[in-house]
């Protein structure tokens, strides 16, 4: 068999078509036997062939040998192939390799993220409803099995589950983790793809698929490159190749949705940390007094870590009130002195409320006050401290008293002098009868007579009730809403995407938009007026008068 090639005529080479034909011999002889190894009958047929051609020519009178060999049976797996090939565990090793495309699709469902975040939700709400930390007793009491809200929450709900430190329970963390995986299978999966597309340079050759966009348009007797120029005038990112043209703005539009996912990743990370990393504690301490740190403070998660500054003194100086007119307290101050372990002040601050105090990682805040002890003179003896008590009312305001025994404090019927106070600023005192006996305000330093005592009221002291904590979590969390807000503001940058073809003196235009539907067919109007037209000039409809 021998084909020749001219290759002045023929631009490519081509390899002829050969036909094999089946002699009747291979019809009679030929007798497979799939399940036997042991009966192979080769047969072999030899092609040869002779090609010319000019770089070939050469080599001419050389033949080109290539041998068929042809069995009954399969020939046998090389050692290399047995061993890349898993022994039955096929569809086993198929399904493996499956399975994380399969747990991602689940992941990135966007039904099972809106029902977790409803969960989270949910979980919150009602750990503001429920009172936390608390004792057990505490609950026992207040969700009794006796009567159960909605007839089956009972305290057994609360301790079982956790939700007596809602924010540090293995339901809550549990819903956030399930949370932020499906945000990172949906960025995975859906954002970083279409961010990918976005980017390419697509240039669309076909006139029909440019019309086929949401919106297309035909400029007669124009220029595509004039278009890129009006098109790079309205911030459009411009690319040509050719008769073609491709431009778009606003891809930080689709960078957005991966930002957002990010933000609430960081929100729900510095959340986490904030529940299982924090230290948090209250006290009251009275003017004069000291306390430690570290011997207020308590963890709250397992990963709450002590640092240095839990060993830092606290010193009260001084606690004092502001009022307004009507006599209503309306801000009250501490003066805070703190000192290092060898007893030197590092830090010294007047906090109020909404005005804390901020040192080695822990943040201690003004939240309440209390009356400790009323300083008098009695018979010019003293001082003497006469510890207040909170008493009991209706309503919110406070109200505190003490009582100054007089006469035989033996006796079965003691009786003495009561003094009550609504705040530091004014004492009202009832003699042993309980009749109202005057009011004194203290450090007036303005004596009474009571019952044939005279008592001077010297000084009031009071208690400032102080929150401290440490809380790891709070810059990731704020960073997290900065940037959740910033990406949310982008996210509504319109990305439009905009194809022409030069087609002649025509030019085919389309274009898209995910957002902005309505705007876009008025901005590409406005865009394509803006296009010169081009026309023809006497000069290339007359050539014979050039060069005259």
Known sequence: METLLNPSKTPNLFIPKTHLFKPYFLHSNFNPQPH???????????????????????????????????????PELSNEEIKAKPKGGGKAWGVIKKFPKRVLAILSNLPLAIGEMFTVAGLMALGTAIDQGESPEYYFQKYPEENPIFGFFTWRWVLTLGFDHMFSSPVFLGTLILLGTSLMACTYTTQIPLVKVARRWSFLQSADSIRKQEFSDTLPQASVSDLGVILMGAGYEVFLKGPSLYAFKGLAGRFAPIGV?????????????????????SVTVPQGLNFVMGDVLGPTGFLSTPTEAFNTEVHVNKFYMDYYDSGEVSQFHTDLSLFDMNGKEVMRKTLSVNDPLRYGGITIYQTNWSFSALQILKDGEGPFNLAMAPLTING???????????????????????????????????????????????????????????????DAIGSSGLDLKTDPGVPAVYAGFGALMLTTCISYLSHAQIWALQDGTTVIVGGKTNRAKAEFPDEMNRLLDQVPEIVESSISKKPDNIGG
């Open 36 to 74: 036997s190894s042991f009966n192979r009958r080769p047969l072999s047929i030899t092609i040869t062939c002779k090609v010319k051609t000019s770089q070939g020519r050469k080599n001419d009178g050389k033949n080109i040998s290539k041998k068929i060999v042809l069995t009954d049976s399969a």
């Open 261 to 281: 996912h990010l933000a609430m990743l960081l929100i729900m990370a510095g959340g986490t940390l904030s529940a299982t990393g924090s230290f948090r504690g």
């Open 396 to 458: 919110d305001k406070k109200l505190f008293g003490t009582f100054l025994l007089v006469g035989d404090t033996d006796s079965s019927n003691v009786k003495g002098i009561s003094m009550l106070a609504r705040d530091l600023q004014s004492i009202v005192l009832y003699d042993k009868q309980g009749k109202f006996a005057g009011v004194r305000r203290p450090n007036s330093k303005l004596p009474i007579e009571i019952d044939g005592t005279k008592i001077v009221i010297v």
